[in-house]
């Protein structure tokens, strides 16, 4: 795993999807990124390595919708495996989908067999459990709503009403829209829900802390007998999530417990802009809320990336850097 440049640099990836949303976990190959906190190894990931994320998920290897799953060497004795998750256009605290194709691309490789296992993340370690049928129950980290029927201007459309929760990433959740959530309204979809993550970040409208809100979901009617929502998850590259969203639906289910529309029992299912659905549900402790997701991943490819120096589009379509540049980043 080392950062210099050679004639042919090669990434071992197993690719795999959940509920339509693909995940590239990779095996060898990355940045060293040395042996801190995931919090700290991410840090260095972003400020040294980011041409190895836009190479590993953009085109011409990827495309908008690929997460990827950088393995780490975990701190937490009890982790199976440490985990950084990125996208086309930067990096994520957690990913629910992206933990279930993980852990489904682990057992593909007889790393590991059926039961409980811990993947520590940036943002704290997430527990998932393989079931003998394959699915997989991840429990996410502690989620909340910190805003309801908070309003947004958005240009063209006038008031926006939605609540802010996190579930792993910062959500605005909103029923408040004019447009079937069918496939072959993906592209009005996608424009609506990027004018409200411009509206809010142009109101100042943020998470905690002052965190951007990067996801966009939308809420309606389910189209299928055994769902009980359907959603559509606009991600911070501005492609939509192809499965219900773990994160989203962790969300989600944090809403409806501040609502007190959900407790501890009860199993939620949410359908998504392909119609897959995960199943979910909450465990909850002196009040802090931890949802749990079920879904199921499937492995489609196993194979190297090859980073040719002599390649002008190596690190990826518009990351407009040259191997120069790249060898001044890493030193």
């Known amino acids: 795993m080392c950062s210099r440049l050679s004639h042919n640099n090669k990434l071992h990836v197993i690719d795999s999807h959940t509920g339509g949303e693909p995940t590239r976990v990779v095996l060898s190959g990355g940045p060293e990124l040395g042996v801190g906190s995931l919090r700290e190894r991410l840090d260095i990931f972003r400020e040294r390595f980011d041409h190895y994320r836009s190479a590993i998920v953009n085109e011409p290897r990827g495309c908008d919708a690929i997460v990827g799953a950088l393995l780490c060497k975990p701190i937490d004795p009890s982790a199976t495996t440490g985990a950084i998750f990125f996208n086309n256009?930067?990096?994520?605290?957690?990913?629910?989908?992206?933990?279930?194709?993980?852990?489904?691309?682990?057992?593909?490789?007889?790393?590991i067999g059926t039961g409980l296992h811990r993947i520590e993340t940036p943002v704290g370690v997430v527990e998932a459990s393989l079931h003998d049928d394959g699915r997989?129950?991840?429990?996410?980290?502690?989620?909340?709503?910190?805003?309801?029927?908070?309003?947004?201007?958005?240009?063209g459309f006038g008031q926006v009403t939605g609540d802010i929760a996190w579930g792993g990433n910062w959500f605005f959740l909103s029923p408040d829209h004019r447009f079937p959530l069918t496939l072959a309204n993906v592209d009005a979809l996608t424009e609506y829900a990027w004018k409200i993550r411009g509206a809010l970040r142009a109101q100042g409208i943020t998470g905690t802390n002052g965190d951007e809100i990067d996801h966009i979901e939308l809420l309606g009617a389910p189209t299928i007998p055994q769902a009980d929502s359907r959603n559509f998850v606009l991600c911070p590259g501005q492609s939509y999530d192809r499965s219900p969203c773990g994160t989203g639906?962790?969300?989600?289910?944090a809403c409806l417990y501040a609502s007190g529309q959900f407790t501890e029992g009860q199993i939620w299912r949410q359908q998504s802009i392909t119609d897959s659905v995960f199943e979910g549900s909450i465990s909850v402790r002196n009040g802090v809320v931890h949802p749990h997701i079920t879904g199921s991943a499937f492995v489609n490819a196993e194979s190297f990336l090859i980073l040719d120096e002599r390649d002008p589009l190596r690190w990826g379509i518009g990351s407009g850097l040259s191997s120069q540049t790249v060898e001044a980043l890493t030193g």
């Open 89 to 111: 256009v930067g990096f994520l605290g957690m990913c629910g989908h992206g933990t279930i194709g993980l852990i489904v691309t682990l057992a593909h490789l007889g790393k």
């Open 136 to 155: 997989v129950t991840v429990r996410n980290v502690a989620s909340y709503r910190s805003q309801t029927n908070r309003l947004v201007e958005v240009p």
């Open 249 to 253: 639906t962790s969300a989600k289910l």
